[in-house]
């Protein structure tokens, strides 16, 4: 809800007071933004809040990146926990050195920065996306608890996809979810706020795509081309 309002104050940039926004809630919540560079990957986390707290991994969704996703929520976790959320690959500022984008290196990003922290037990919040990761995560490492928001998979998997690349007449999601240019964020853009997007400032999307959505469209059509396999294989099993 205050993104929202943020979003209808007259501006010509509005970008800025969401980063404005953002910016508050991680002082808040005392996260700071790290770097850690190995082998095989650059991985760009925050980390901070109670440091003597249980292990706490935040793991976002597609469309932007870790303090996106939840700088609004952190406060209210940091009192308690000791919280990492790293950018996910192709995402943020984490990126491969070795390897194309998959699920399966964006679990092994996520096992390399819980074992250069010395945490072999922790929690997970997961986003969208963020849950087809927390998902495989056990199988590997040892999770106390996990909360999934958002996570997709049912029998009506393969029947929503086509019904939603029917109505906005698109080849595939990647389309609608990937932009390839600053004006097809303006259809996410549509299908992400109920309030008329004509209200929105129009050099939103531009910021959006330059910021956001369009720095890594490659890889990150891969990585939903990948996960849309995966979802209906799983389902079919």
Request: charged fraction near 25%.
């Amino acid at each position: 809800m205050i993104l929202f309002f943020m979003l209808l104050l007259p501006a010509c940039r509005v970008y800025p007071k969401i980063e404005a926004y953002q910016q508050k809630q991680l002082q808040k919540a005392q996260l700071e933004y790290k770097d850690l560079d190995t082998d095989e990957f650059h991985i760009r986390y925050l980390e901070g809040g109670n440091p003597s707290g249980e292990p706490l991994v935040f793991l976002h969704g597609f469309g932007g990146d870790a303090a996106w996703a939840w700088a609004r929520n952190f406060p209210d976790f940091s009192q308690e926990y000791h919280i990492l959320a790293p950018d996910l690959l192709f995402f943020g500022g984490s990126t491969d050195k070795k390897e194309l984008p998959s699920l399966h290196r964006q679990v092994e990003m996520v096992i390399e920065l819980l074992k250069v922290k010395g945490i072999q037990q922790y929690n997970i919040i997961s986003l969208s996306y963020g849950g087809f990761v927390a998902l495989q995560l056990p199988r590997v490492s040892t999770v106390e608890s996990m909360v999934l928001v958002g996570v997709g998979g049912s029998e009506q998997f393969e029947f929503d996809v086509q019904e939603i690349t029917a109505r906005f007449e698109v080849e595939n999601l990647t389309d609608i979810f990937i932009p390839k240019e600053k004006e097809d964020t303006r259809l996410l853009l549509d299908i992400c706020f109920y309030t008329p997007t004509e209200l929105l400032p129009r050099g939103l999307s531009d910021d959006l795509f330059q910021t956001v959505f369009g720095r890594y469209p490659v890889e990150q059509r891969q990585l939903l081309e990948e996960l849309i396999e995966y979802s209906s294989s799983y389902i079919q099993e």
